[in-house]
């Protein structure tokens, strides 16, 4: 079964516009990663946020971690056309450390 | 980073045939690999660990006997779909764990995308 759930399940923004993925989790994680995924295509690997860090950046993404909550969000910034993609959050099981579970998924449209 | 391949990464199959999907790590062992399935617009789903060196464990909902898993070396992984039937139509997607110290790294294949006709 899977782990988390994202918010929104799609999401459609102008070019240049920000946006932003929420990702809810339900056990205690070692860390939390994010990935993308084009229509049909393998998953690109975002990045990897561990559980004792509350922010992490990477050029245009910004992650935060919140383990109170069991939640995370991911910030694209400056939106372009090539960011159209499927965007997935991923935890790992504290009590298996290799098994990742991935969330049902955000449906990222730029719009030109 | 390290890569992981699958082969093939696409077929069509006739129903009732098995078919033999590899996973293989390229430049590092992997004692254990997993299977996902995903379904179109649809988030992976975890099917099965597959140990090197000992039987695959299976996650709840998926038979064992229907998706048959070996993992004989440290850089392979085979998931055999057997008796395929049209809803078995999926793309399928291996990655192999590589112990980094205290934390997981997980490489993923670029994924096998089966018809079954």
């Known amino acids: 079964s899977q782990q988390g759930e994202e918010d929104p399940q799609a999401l459609s923004i102008q070019e240049g516009e920000n946006a932003t993925m929420n990702c809810s989790y339900k056990t205690s994680i070692n860390n939390l990663q994010w990935y993308r995924q084009n229509s049909g295509r393998g998953l690109v690997h975002l990045i990897l946020?561990?559980?004792?860090?509350r922010e992490k950046h990477s050029g245009r993404l910004r992650v935060t971690l919140d383990t109170s909550k069991k939640s995370s969000s991911l910030l694209i910034t400056a939106s372009r056309a090539a960011d159209t993609a499927s965007y997935f959050c991923a935890t790992d099981a504290y009590s298996s450390a290799s098994k990742i579970i991935f969330g049902s998924g955000t449906r990222l449209s730029i719009r030109p | 980073g390290a890569v992981v391949s699958q082969h093939p990464s696409r077929v069509i199959c006739k129903s009732g045939t098995s078919v033999k999907i590899e996973c293989r790590s390229l430049d590092f062992q992997a004692t254990t690999m997993f299977w996902y399935r995903q379904f179109p617009k649809k988030s992976l789903m975890l099917m099965a660990t597959s140990n090197e060196g000992s039987k695959a464990t299976y996650e709840q909902g998926v038979e064992k006997d229907k998706f048959l898993i070996n993992h004989a070396s440290l850089t392979l992984s085979t998931l055999t779909v057997t008796s395929a039937h049209p809803e078995d139509s999926s793309f399928y997607i291996c990655?192999?764990?590589?112990?980094?110290?205290?934390?997981?790294?997980?490489?993923f294949g670029p994924g096998t995308r089966l018809t079954v006709l």
């Open positions: 946020i561990r559980s004792n860090e």
């Open positions: 990655s192999a764990h590589r112990l980094a110290g205290a934390y997981n790294e997980q490489f």
